[in-house]
Nanobody, 119 residues
Framework: QVHLVESGGTLVQAGGSLRLSCAAS????????MGWFRQAPGKQRELVAF???????NYADSLKGRFTISRDNAKSTVYLQMNTLKPEDTAVYYC?????????????WGQGTQVTVSS
């Protein structure tokens, strides 16, 4: 089993920056891909970014250049740096992990952290 805990969500003004953290514990050696998803009110959950054990990253097209995902394997933590935030970035952000590739089903999920961007 893997336990994921997100932190860092808060209220921020448009144009500001925020860094989310996701700390993993448990059978973390089995994890290959870790990702960030988000779900805005009334919308479907969407993939924000993922990073593999080897460090390969990918982002939603609309977020490229503003968001950066990284991981610290020694700390078993994944980060999401979000810059130039917009009101449409307001959502609950979830960390997820899978022992398989990034386009497979994610088995483990955190509880989510709320990000609110005010205009």
């Amino acid at each position: 089993q893997v336990h994921l805990v997100e932190s860092g969500g808060t209220l921020v003004q448009a144009g500001g920056s925020l860094r989310l953290s996701c700390a993993a514990s448990g059978s973390i050696f089995s994890l290959n891909t870790m990702g960030w998803f988000r779900q805005a009110p009334g919308k479907q959950r969407e993939l924000v970014a993922f990073i593999t054990r080897e460090g390969t990253t990918n982002y939603a097209d609309s977020l490229k250049g503003r968001f950066t995902i990284s991981r610290d394997n020694a700390k078993s933590t994944v980060y999401l740096q979000m810059n130039t935030l917009k009101p449409e970035d307001t959502a609950v952000y979830y960390c997820a992990a899978t022992p398989r590739g990034p386009f497979s089903k994610y088995d483990y999920w955190g509880q989510g952290t709320q990000v609110t961007v005010s205009s």
